[in-house]
């Protein structure tokens, strides 16, 4: 089973851009569908987007045109680039192997307006 470790979190201003990543250990990587959610205080865990094995992605309405989701399977890695942030993307994000309950910890998005 692999580890997933969400980073790059942080503190930006409306209309930043922060890039998190996601870091996984284990077996298989290249074949796993990486997806990108995000949490805010009290409400649902919601979809921002995936990546797939073979590199397609899909976003959320909410962010397309602005969050990009990219891999590298040398390094082991996802990344989120979030540009044009909006005090409604505050949230905890995390990632998770598609199709399981394999989650990250997350890591803290907070934009502030």
């Known amino acids: 089973q692999v580890q997933l470790v969400e980073s790059g979190g942080g503190l930006v201003q409306t209309g930043g851009s922060l890039r998190l990543s996601c870091a996984a250990s284990g077996n298989a990587f290249r074949a796993m569908d990486i997806g990108w959610y995000r949490q805010a205080p009290g409400k649902q865990r919601e979809l921002v987007g995936f990546?797939?094995?073979?590199?397609?992605?899909a976003y959320a309405d909410s962010v397309k045109g602005r969050f990009t989701i990219s891999r590298d399977n040398v390094k082991n890695t996802v990344y989120l680039q979030m540009n044009s942030l909006k005090p409604e993307d505050t949230a905890v994000y995390y990632c998770r192997v598609e199709r399981t309950n394999n989650w990250g910890q997350g890591t803290q998005v907070t934009v502030s307006s």
């Open positions: 990546i797939r094995s073979g590199g397609s992605t």
